[in-house]
């Protein structure tokens, strides 16, 4: 059994509120790209059940031949194969394309029982790209774990977090599986799996090698950052914390706060 992450590689978040939007659009990001964050959770996840279960490990990317490097940073954690799906021939995908890319290269890995990924990324946020590659998949769906309780006996059990509380849920294998930040804590990559890591030779799947071609009907028709919000200080003076405070409910029902 094997298990496929799937990796993005994206702005360093320390570097996102200097991009812009144009940057965004053309793909051309003048910032230092990293794996995604959200994604090194799938990928440890991924190691932890190599010891538990004895699964092979895959790391897949989508995009330009840069994203090696966050495919190189899954490898040095200790995932054992890494491929890179070459995003030029699929233009400016959108979630459906991009999904159907990655489902494919997920079938091209031989006997792949689960595929693990972020809860999203930090460039597109959509939170929704396992959604497209459990439906072409045609496989069980499960996001937000924070847990994996069992695999086995063609099931997975999970612990999901949900709005107030968590839930345990069985579904059957083959599923794709996003990953919440409880489940664990992602290791440093070690001195040696840098160096392994950066000898590795990563073999790249073109959209024709897939089979998959551009069916984005989703443009992005604008992006922009959010409108600048004008603020106002204003202190509240008084000789006394109940004029004070009189002033300020006052304040608040002249704004029509309450
Ligand atoms: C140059 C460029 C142009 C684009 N143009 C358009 C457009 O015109 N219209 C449009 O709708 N979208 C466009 N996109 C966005 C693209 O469709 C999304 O990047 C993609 O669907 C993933 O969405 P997301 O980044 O919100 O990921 P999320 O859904 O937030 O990601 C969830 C998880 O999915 C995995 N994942 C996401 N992306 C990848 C990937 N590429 N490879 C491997 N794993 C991945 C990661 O594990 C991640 O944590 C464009 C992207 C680029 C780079």
């Known amino acids: 059994m094997k298990i496929a992450v799937l990796i ?36 440890e996840e991924a190691l932890l059940l190599d010891d538990r279960f004895g699964a092979g490990s895959v790391a897949l990317s989508m995009g330009s031949e840069d994203a ?35 489902a494919a290269a997920v079938k091209e890995q031989g006997d792949v029982e689960l595929v693990l990924t972020g809860k999203q990324s930090v460039d597109g946020n959509s939170g929704a790209l396992f959604a497209g590659v459990a439906c072409k998949l045609g496989w069980s769906l499960l996001t937000n774990v924070a847990k994996i309780v069992d695999m086995g006996d063609g099931f997975i059990t999970v612990e999901r977090m949900v709005d107030g509380g968590q839930e345990t849920v069985q579904a059957p294998l083959p599923a794709v599986v996003s990953v919440a930040k409880e489940i664990n804590d992602p290791r440093y990559p070690s001195f040696m799996g840098i160096r392994k890591a950066n000898r590795a030779n990563i073999p790249v799947l073109t959209a024709a090698d897939l089979g998959v071609s551009d069916v984005s009907a989703t443009e992005w028709a604008n992006i922009r950052k959010p409108e600048q919000v004008e603020t106002e200080v204003v202190i509240i003076e008084g000789d006394s914390v109940a004029e004070k405070a009189a002033k300020l409910a006052d304040a608040i029902m002249a704004e029509k706060v309450i």
């Open 68 to 102: 090696t490097d966050a495919l190189k940073h899954a490898l040095a954690m200790g995932i054992g194969e890494a491929v890179l799906i070459d995003s030029s021939a699929l233009g400016d995908a959108d979630m459906w394309t991009t999904a159907a890319a990655l």
């Open 8 to 43: 993005k590689q994206t702005p360093d978040t320390a570097e996102l509120p200097k991009v812009s939007a144009e940057e965004v659009k053309s793909g051309d990001v003048n910032a230092t790209m990293v794996i995604n964050p959200w994604d090194e959770y799938a990928a």
